[in-house]
């Protein structure tokens, strides 16, 4: 190449100098540098000691700095820190003492305000402590000047930024929902697993597969307790002595502890399930042993621990709100559980207590068409008459008319009580800026004031809802005891499963009768309203809520009944009570 087309082309690779990237001249201003990286690892990811990333802030602040007349004074680095808030960022509470200790500074250049700042309180309070010493924080990429206009948009992206911070950490959360909802493993897998990756034809996607050294004797581990002559502290000496360790990671590799053993034993990801938020889904991951071997090592442990927390994977619309009559007479709470046998080429279905399993119970087996039909029959007691759902109708009525007249001055009330806690959080700030106060306790106060204003505004959006909503609750329970028996009738599993667990606490049953009930609110109320009306009348006692109701002096047992019968009765407790959505009132 000649020397002219040379000098062309090193005239073309330099970019052309305007006037604003000229350095000014010095003004004697005095700079800052802080440069920050949130983990150890951005600092390892070149043939520089300090990774790419600081070098390219450095150069950025530099820049600016030059764009300001200024000289840098000093330059604090913070690499591989991560923290949400500045008080855990040690060189940066070091950086703020050396400025006020100068008084002389008069910029802290930074990147950007989110790599300072994760959140506006932290921005506010250090701007104003910094401005008592007439240093004014400066990002290279959002320098608006000074005003307050700057001011306005700078509180703006300090909002934005710790929206964003927030909102990644939401959606890293949702992500990883996602993959165990498709049955991936998070995180480290559990002993006899290992993490590894799928590298054919070109993928590259976390798997978990059998660990060759401990996976055998994990699975010796399910063996050995489901013959019963294992404990838990003596099954961990027996794989001691065959030589099963931890996998080491952050540890070394070490004996397994018998928490952790027992934890092992109960993990259903060994029968090829992940848990998440308490579902089990079925995983991507081989199962390691079988779930006839699993359930005899649950049933095992159940008997030893007493617990009877058994983890079954069959569902019934009936699971979880029977409980056994017989221990119900004798003062003790013991749930019904329910096994699907086989027999004459096919499954049947019974209920049984659990105190049964332990030989502490009488009660016999119960089919489960027979308990179905019991629970049928049972509904048809429950009807709420439709004179006495009138005058409860228009107690709602009332109530509703006496609350509007005291909305408006609530709602004043609130609204006062949100511009004094305004004025405490701004009050708070010039403390933390002046230094009165330290910034923790600050941030501490700060805190407590905003829970509280999102209290009182919660409350002022609600105004009269919550009473609105309430009374629907009981508005809607009318609904559904408006025969509730051909209502049940004609439901589904799923809608008749919603419509027990909203309706009961428990359902007592004996020799295939329910013998007894505890009832969700509103329901408890209602049939208290409803058994204390009927004794009141002089009518006989028909159903277990009547029994609940009791005599004469059950009349005020509920604040509905109290409502209806007592003296002075204050009719706002009527409507004080959740559990029944609305839209049960449209099935």
Known sequence: MSTAKRLRATKTQQPPVTPDAEPKVASGKRAVLYLRVSTPSQVKTDYNPEGI???????????????????????????????????????????????????????????????????????????????????????????????????????????????????????????????????????????????????????????????????????????????????????AKELIDRGLRTRPGKHPAGTVSTSKLNAMLRDPYYVGYVSYKGELIVGRHEALISDE???????????????????????????????????????????????????????????????KQQHLCISRYLEGDAVEAAVLDFYGTLDFPSDLAARVRAQLHDVLDDEEKASKLRHEQLTAELLRLDRQEENLIDLAADGNLPTAKVKQRLGIILRQKNKLSQQLAESNERLAVGAALIENALLVLNNPQRLYERMSPEQ????????????????????????????????????????????????????????????????????????????????????????????
């Open 496 to 587: 008749r499963q919603l419509m027990n667990l909203a309706i009961f606490e428990k359902l007592y049953i004996f020799d295939d009768g329910i013998t007894d009930a505890v009832f969700k609110p509103p329901f408890d109320e209602l049939m208290l309203v409803r058994d204390a009306a009927g004794l009141a009348s002089g009518q006989s006692k028909e159903s277990p809520a009547a029994d609940a109701a009791g005599d004469s002096s059950g009349l005020h047992a509920g604040p509905l009944a109290t409502a209806f019968f007592g003296d002075g009765s204050n009719k706002r407790v009527m409507v004080g009570t959740e559990g029944v959505e609305p839209s049960l009132g449209a099935v």
């Open 53 to 235: 990333s600081l070098p390219a802030q450095r150069q950025a602040c530099e820049l600016k700095r030059d764009s300001l007349g200024a000289e840098t004074v000093r330059e604090f680095v913070e690499a591989g820190r991560t923290a949400t808030d500045i008080e855990h960022r040690p060189v940066f509470q070091e950086m703020i003492a050396w400025i006020k200790s100068q008084k002389n500074i008069d910029y802290l250049i930074v990147y950007q305000f989110s790599r300072i700042f994760r959140n506006s309180v932290d921005a506010a309070i250090t701007k104003k402590e910094l401005g008592k010493h007439d240093c004014r924080i400066i990002s290279t990429n959002l320098d608006l000047g000074e005003g307050p206009e700057s001011a306005m948009v700078e509180s703006i992206m300090h909002a934005v930024d710790e929206f964003r911070s927030k909102s990644d950490g939401a959606d890293i959360a949702y992500k990883m929902g996602a993959k165990a909802k498709s049955g991936g493993t998070l995180g480290r897998a559990p002993m006899g697993y290992v993490n590894a990756r799928d590298l054919s034809e070109g993928r590259n996607i976390g798997i978990v597969k059998f660990d060759p050294e401990r996976a055998p004797l994990v699975k010796v581990a399910f063996e050995l307790y489901a013959s019963g002559d294992f404990s838990i502290e003596s099954l």
């Open 293 to 355: 071997l699993f359930e005899r090592v649950q049933a095992v442990l159940d008997e030893r621990s007493g617990s009877g927390a058994r983890q079954r994977r069959h569902t019934h619309y009936l699971k979880g709100v029977l409980w056994c009559g017989q221990c119900h007479d004798e003062g003790i709470e013991s749930r019904m559980i329910m096994q699907w046998s086989k027999g004459n080429g096919g499954l049947y279905l019974y209920f049984f207590c659990r105190r």
